[in-house]
């Protein structure tokens, strides 16, 4: 079994920060291309920031120049730092990976449960 757990999420006050994790759980071969997503009440999921296998990273514009992506590859973790939130941020943020491979099995297109942030004015 593979999957992604979320943590971190919670309740902060604008200007405020939080990191989300995401750890990969299960005999880890590797993971190619993690991101995180949000959805916002009445809003479609979109992308937040991603992390290619080749360490470039992107950003989606209103987030650019608060939140960092990065992974621990030896913990198979991502992360998100996000700093001087704002209440336009608070969403339910996903975890998610394009491939993992595990024990000689590849899984494709895995999501996080979600982990609710919740940035109060």
């Known amino acids: 079994q593979v999957q992604l757990v979320e943590s971190g999420g919670g309740l902060v006050q604008a200007g405020g920060s939080l990191r989300l994790s995401c750890a990969a759980s299960g005999n880890i071969f590797s993971i190619d291309n993690m991101g995180w997503y949000r959805q916002a009440p009445g809003r479609q999921r979109e992308f937040v920031a991603g992390?290619?296998?080749?360490?470039?990273?992107n950003y989606t514009d209103s987030v650019k120049g608060r939140f960092t992506i990065s992974r621990d590859y030896d913990k198979n973790t991502l992360y998100l730092e996000m700093d001087s939130l704002k209440p336009e941020d608070t969403a339910v943020y996903y975890c998610?990976?394009?491939?993992?491979?595990?024990?000689?099995?590849?899984?494709?297109?895995?999501w996080g449960q979600g982990t609710q942030v919740t940035v109060s004015s």
């Open positions: 998610h990976a394009d491939r993992i491979t595990a024990d000689y099995i590849i899984w494709y297109d895995l």
């Open positions: 992390l290619s296998s080749l360490g470039s990273t």
